[in-house]
């Protein structure tokens, strides 16, 4: 087979162009007489690659002077356990509208008193606590929010006002899918398996004057102020990943950045949404006001037809439909490298099933 | 410049069929119509690429059924914490052997009674202590250990025994470099980026009994028994990183495994040894005792000249012979995937350095 159209949640399709000039690039990168695997991170050939990838970043998201961008490991996951570890002391406050978002209030419920403001977990998570539903907490040592959940299709549709309470936001599944100001935000995390790069690499983004306040007991890998006084090379870090992340943020730049793809994204969703408004087959699962630009989650009234569709998209080249196994029916993560060609043929075939099944 | 000879510390040279393949496949794996990279770790298309990976490992290490095999992040560091978090309840015994073995130990205190038993730290490391040294408390939760020591290029001639004491090393500077019984060890982790493949893999290899023991505080990322648990996905792994590994140790396979690339590490490194014991412009770092099959180190009698040697071999295609910067000189690394013909050009170049500079 081809090329597919992979509608995987992450790791998830990436820009082919990176992937071609990674294969390129394999065995000898820019005449080094080696792999960009092979590099010791200590070297200026690497450094030079890390601080490209750093450099594009802060372009792409316009991240100020006075944010630390550290690269790192541990998924999403580790950074559940580092946010309470570098900031909880006295209390904080989490808003949970997800399965993450809800792993991530019981991670930090190890290190101190972590407070769920706010939940849909009763409703399913089929939609994200309203703003007016969170009450800030001026005392509070941070406010937690996760701006898309990967499992429910959901996005926060306007950033919470946290005065002057730093918002941490577990940014996984839509960073540099629209415009952030990052002045908004204390911390942004994420993993990179969606809008990066390659899973095994973590982007934490901190306002500095966090920094230096991390309990005595954090593991040194997961201490954000250990990490920036070493450039995030306290130890290797995942050297390999953060080149390919390199030749992914190239292509979005290429695309003209964040602004210019968020108008694709906006266009790419709204071809499936709109189709799934007017389907008499497949409904959309999350509720209208807070729908994910990233994925799309929906399914029809009929659970075998479900695994009908998935399947027969498959053999069609329309890969890794299923939605999560928490959630059930089907979603189609539409992350910034998937092309608007792939929405389009996934929207004929979803036409065409209909047409067979109703 | 055309591949060159690659002595860095790690990360380092990797087999160049390894590399090969990745190219070849890297825009479509085995007509799935996708990279590896864009896989979702929960498709049965990657479970089979991770499943892969893990049986070359039990295989080429003769890892026994009553162990755990673990693909973490975070690296040895990350595993400096973990050991403690995981397995520290009374009091550890630490041998410290060079300067990681002196950070797992730091890194240890934070968590309680970790002692250190036995040292060489006021030596410069030169050599490891001698197993008369170590005296093994049958109380200690564990027995760290660091087999082989990347920076001053000395090894752990014989692993002590340690009775009923679990023994905890860290390998990662000679995993799969020589036989080493499993069975003599408690925890074996190793960072995968000298024998095993790219950075952002951590190896944890944990005998069964020994898990269930991590305290509450334990990330989840960190934590052993989560993680066997969850089959290393409780979260999303270093899916690509992963995938390499494989392919580096089916190279391994190919060469005739462990006992076969021993073979070919003591005549490699004796090939550099031998020329050093009867040069008269270099010579050896580490005790003769307890050298290094897989880090020589070695320097002339000028800082002056180290720095030109290294400049000059450089030009030659011979990579990354500084030495580490807390030991000065110079060191070649010479892993398993590090080809006899690079460490014979090595030497040739070595002689007519010296001819020219005596």
């Given at each position: 087979?081809?090329?597919?159209?992979?509608?995987?949640?992450?790791?998830?399709?990436?820009?082919?162009?990176?992937?071609?000039?990674?294969?390129?690039?394999?065995?000898?990168?820019k005449?080094t007489?080696?792999?960009?695997?092979?590099?010791?991170?200590?070297?200026?050939?690497?450094?030079?690659?890390?601080?490209?990838?750093?450099?594009?970043?802060?372009?792409?998201?316009?991240?100020?002077?006075?944010?630390?961008?550290?690269?790192?490991?541990?998924?999403?996951?580790?950074?559940?356990?580092?946010?309470?570890?570098?900031?909880?002391?006295g209390?904080?406050?989490?808003?949970?509208?997800?399965?993450?978002?809800?792993?991530?209030?019981m991670?930090?419920?190890?290190?101190?008193?972590?407070?769920?403001?706010?939940?849909?977990?009763?409703?399913?998570?089929?939609?994200?606590?309203?703003?007016?539903?969170?009450?800030?907490?001026?005392?509070?040592?941070?406010?937690?929010?996760?701006?898309?959940?990967?499992?429910?299709?959901?996005?926060?549709?306007?950033?919470?006002?946290?005065?002057?309470?730093?918002?941490?936001?577990?940014?996984?599944?839509?960073?540099?899918?629209?415009?952030?100001?990052?002045?908004?935000?204390?911390?942004?995390?994420?993993?990179?398996?969606?809008?990066?790069?390659?899973?095994?690499?973590?982007?934490?983004?901190?306002?500095?004057?966090l920094?230096?306040?991390?309990?005595?007991e954090?593991p040194?890998?997961?201490?954000?102020?250990?990490?920036?006084?070493?450039?995030?090379?306290?130890?290797?870090?995942?050297?390999?990943?953060?080149?390919?992340?390199?030749?992914?943020?190239?292509?979005?730049?290429?695309?003209?950045?964040?602004?210019?793809?968020?108008?694709r994204?906006?266009?790419?969703?709204?071809?499936?949404?709109?189709?799934?408004?007017?389907?008499?087959?497949?409904?959309?699962?999350?509720?209208k006001?807070?729908?994910?630009?990233?994925?799309?989650?929906?399914?029809?009234?009929?659970?075998?037809?479900?695994?009908?569709?998935?399947?027969?998209?498959?053999?069609?080249?329309?890969?890794?439909?299923?939605?999560?196994?928490?959630?059930?029916?089907?979603?189609?993560?539409?992350?910034?490298?998937?092309?608007?060609?792939?929405?389009?043929t996934?929207?004929?075939?979803?036409?065409?099933?209909?047409k067979?099944?109703?």
């Amino acid at each position: 087979m081809d090329r597919v159209f992979n509608f995987a949640a992450g790791p998830a399709v990436m820009p082919e162009e990176a992937l071609r000039r990674a294969a390129a690039e394999m065995l000898n990168y820019k005449g080094t007489g080696m792999s960009v695997m092979e590099m010791s991170h200590r070297s200026a050939a690497y450094q030079e690659i890390f601080d490209h990838t750093v450099a594009r970043l802060r372009q792409l998201m316009d991240i100020p002077a006075d944010y630390e961008v550290l690269l790192l490991q541990g998924g999403a996951t580790g950074q559940f356990a580092a946010v309470a570890m570098n900031l909880l002391s006295g209390f904080a406050s989490y808003v949970d509208s997800g399965h993450f978002a809800h792993s991530a209030w019981m991670e930090a419920m190890k290190y101190g008193d972590a407070r769920c403001i706010a939940s849909t977990r009763e409703e399913g998570y089929r939609r994200v606590p309203a703003n007016d539903e969170i009450t800030v907490d001026p005392s509070a040592d941070y406010l937690y929010i996760t701006t898309n959940n990967t499992i429910y299709g959901t996005r926060i549709p306007e950033i919470p006002d946290t005065g002057a309470v730093p918002l941490v936001a577990d940014m996984s599944s839509n960073i540099l899918s629209q415009p952030y100001d990052v002045r908004r935000f204390g911390v942004v995390f994420a993993g990179a398996q969606k809008n990066i790069g390659p899973a095994g690499l973590t982007v934490v983004i901190v306002r500095k004057d966090l920094l230096g306040r991390a309990r005595k007991e954090t593991p040194n890998v997961l201490n954000w102020t250990v990490m920036a006084d070493k450039g995030s090379m306290l130890n290797t870090p995942p050297t390999y990943a953060i080149y390919m992340a390199g030749l992914c943020l190239d292509w979005l730049a290429d695309q003209g950045g964040v602004a210019a793809i968020y108008q694709r994204n906006l266009q790419k969703s709204a071809l499936l949404y709109d189709y799934l408004d007017q389907s008499r087959l497949f409904h959309g699962i999350a509720d209208k006001g807070c729908r994910s630009l990233m994925n799309v989650t929906f399914r029809t009234e009929d659970d075998a037809l479900d695994v009908a569709f998935v399947q027969e998209a498959a053999a069609n080249g329309l890969c890794s439909l299923k939605g999560h196994r928490v959630a059930g029916g089907m979603r189609a993560s539409i992350y910034n490298a998937m092309p608007l060609e792939g929405v389009q043929t996934l929207v004929r075939f979803m036409e065409s099933f209909e047409k067979q099944h109703r």
